[in-house]
C-alpha cells in the first residue's frame, strides 16, 4: 500500500535573540568613555508556508524536528547583532496546523494557521527579540549604566501538521464503483484502474474544464461501511471531504442495492461529521448511476428513477468508462461550486504569538504548589526571561517595573510576605517584599 503523509507530528523552535552588550569606549585620550554596548539580533521565526508545488507531508514524517537560528550578540561601538533569518517550511496548500498535546502555553487541538491559498504563511512560532545593550539605558541620571538585557528566548511548539485536500468537487462512493474511471475520464490524472476493492489507496487529484470553468476534482477511496471507525481506508481520507465545494456520489448500476449503498456511505459521512466537521452531512451532493451503459437504456433509465423514488434525490444515469452523461454531470457540478465558492466565507485561524493571553500590560497572580506565587503576564514574562538576575542594576530594574504593574499590590491581597517565591515564566524568583529595591 502507497504511503500518503497527510497527517504528522513535529516539533519546531524559533531562534533565541542575540543578547545585549555590556560595553564602554576606550579611545586614545578617553580612558573612561561612555557606554556604546549594542543591541542583539532577532532571532529567527519558523514559518509556514503554503507550497503548490508540495503534494504532501512526506518530508515532516521524515524530519521530526525544525528549528530557526539565533540571533547574534550586540557588539562595541553600538553595533547591534544580526538578526536570523525566519525558517520557512514549505506545506501543501491545505494543511491545517494544530498545537500539539505536549505544546507549551496552550490547549491539545488549538488551530494555529488554517493555509488554503497558495503562497498563503503563518507565523507558527515567533523569534525571540534581541536583548538591549547598555548604551540603550543611558540617561541624564545614569551616565554609565551597567546593565543589559538577554536576548529573549524563541518560542517552541509541538504541533500537528493535517492536510485537507483543496478541491472543488470529491468523487465519494463503495469501492470499485468507477470512481477513478470517472477521474480518467474528466482529467488528464491518470490514478490505477481496476476491478477490486482499494485499487485506489491514496487521494488522487485532476483539473477538469467545464465549459469556461477549471475544476480541481478529488477522488476520496477507501470509503466502506464502518470507515469513520477505521475499518478500510476510509477513517484516513474522510477529512479530505470536508473541504470540497461539492460532492459527486458515484452509485454502481450493477450492484444489488445502490440505494443501500447510498445510505451506507452517508452514514459514514454523518458519522465522522459527528466528531469533525460538522457542515459535512449538509455539504452538496450530485448523485451518479455509474456503469449505466451495461444495462438497456430504457432498463438504466428506469432503475435511475426507482433509485431517485427511493433516497428521494435526483440521479444522473452515467458511464465513466464510455464518457455517457459526464459532460452534463460536470456542468452541474461547476454551476454548484461557483455558488459555494461565491457564498464561502472564510475566518482565518490566527496563530497565537504572544507570550501571554492576557493584554499588554497587565498582570495576573495565582497561589501555586508549595506557597508559590504563579505570575502572568506578557511583559512581565519577557522581561523575566531577558533579565540577568545577578546583575544588581538589571535585577532592580525589574523589580522597579513589577512593582509598576501592580505586583506588589495583588501579592499582598493574597497575603504573600517578603522573600516569598515567585514563578515568572519559568523563572524561580524571591519577591524583596514591598519595601524591596526600588
Do not use: C
Not at 512560532?125 to 534581541?130: E, I, S, W
Not at 545614569?142 to 470529491?170: F, I, T, Y
Not at 485499487?199 to 475544476?215: C, E, H, W, Y
Not at 445502490?258 to 466537521?277: C, G, N, V
Request: avoid cysteine.
Amino acid at each position: 500500500m502507497a504511503t500518503f503523509w497527510d497527517h504528522v507530528e513535529i516539533g519546531v523552535q524559533a531562534g533565541d535573540g542575540g543578547s545585549g552588550l555590556i560595553s564602554f569606549r576606550r579611545e586614545w585620550g578617553e580612558a573612561k568613555g561612555g557606554p556604546d554596548g549594542g543591541d542583539g539580533g532577532s532571532g529567527g521565526s519558523v514559518v509556514l508556508v503554503a507550497d503548490s508545488g508540495v503534494n504532501t507531508l512526506a518530508e515532516f514524517g521524515r524530519k521530526k524536528r525544525h528549528a530557526a537560528k539565533n540571533g547574534t550578540a550586540g557588539g562595541k561601538g553600538k553595533r547591534h547583532g544580526k538578526s536570523a533569518d525566519d525558517l520557512l517550511l514549505h506545506v501543501p496548500v491545505g494543511t491545517v496546523a494544530r498545537e500539539g498535546r505536549e505544546g507549551k502555553g496552550g490547549e491539545s487541538g488549538r488551530i494555529l494557521a488554517d493555509l488554503t491559498e497558495p503562497g498563503e504563511q503563518a507565523v507558527i512560532a515567533r523569534g525571540g527579540r534581541g536583548g538591549f545593550g547598555n548604551a540603550h539605558f543611558t540617561s541624564s541620571r545614569r551616565q554609565a549604566p551597567r546593565q543589559a538585557e538577554k536576548g529573549e528566548p524563541g518560542e517552541e511548539r509541538e504541533l500537528e501538521l493535517e492536510l485537507k485536500l483543496v478541491a472543488d468537487v470529491g468523487l465519494i462512493g463503495i469501492p470499485s464503483v468507477g470512481k477513478s474511471t470517472f477521474l480518467r475520464s474528466v482529467s488528464a490524472a491518470r490514478p490505477k484502474v481496476a476491478d477490486y476493492p482499494f485499487t485506489t489507496t491514496v487521494p488522487q487529484l485532476g483539473i477538469a474544464q467545464s465549459g469556461g470553468d477549471r475544476l480541481t476534482v478529488a477522488d476520496i477511496p477507501g470509503l466502506i461501511e464502518g470507515a469513520h471507525q477505521g475499518k478500510g481506508l476510509g477513517d484516513a481520507f474522510l477529512r479530505h471531504v470536508e473541504r470540497t465545494k461539492v460532492l459527486i456520489h458515484l452509485l454502481d448500476a450493477t450492484r444489488e442495492d445502490p440505494a443501500a449503498d447510498y445510505r451506507a456511505i452517508r452514514h459514514e459521512l454523518a458519522s465522522y461529521a459527528a466528531t469533525s466537521a460538522k457542515s459535512l452531512p449538509r455539504k452538496p451532493e450530485l448523485i451518479a448511476l455509474n456503469k449505466s451503459d451495461t444495462l438497456p437504456e430504457a432498463e438504466a433509465k428506469r432503475l435511475a428513477e426507482d433509485l431517485s423514488k427511493r433516497i428521494k434525490r435526483p440521479v444522473h444515469p452515467v458511464s465513466a468508462a464510455a464518457g455517457k452523461g459526464i459532460s452534463g454531470l460536470l456542468n452541474e457540478a461547476a454551476k454548484v461550486a461557483k455558488r459555494q465558492r461565491n457564498a464561502g466565507t472564510k475566518t482565518k485561524a490566527v496563530p497565537r504569538l504572544t507570550l501571554s493571553e492576557l493584554a499588554p500590560g497587565a498582570i495576573a497572580v495565582q497561589p501555586g504548589p508549595k506557597g508559590t506565587f504563579e505570575v502572568r503576564g506578557s511583559r512581565l514574562e519577557r522581561l523575566a526571561k531577558q533579565t540577568d538576575f545577578e546583575n544588581p542594576e538589571a535585577a532592580e530594574r525589574f523589580w522597579w517595573t513589577a512593582r509598576r504593574h501592580g505586583l506588589d499590590d495583588r501579592l499582598e491581597k493574597l497575603g504573600a510576605e517578603a522573600d516569598a517565591p515567585l514563578r515568572i515564566a519559568g523563572v524561580e524568583l524571591t519577591w524583596p517584599g514591598p519595601t524591596g529595591p526600588a
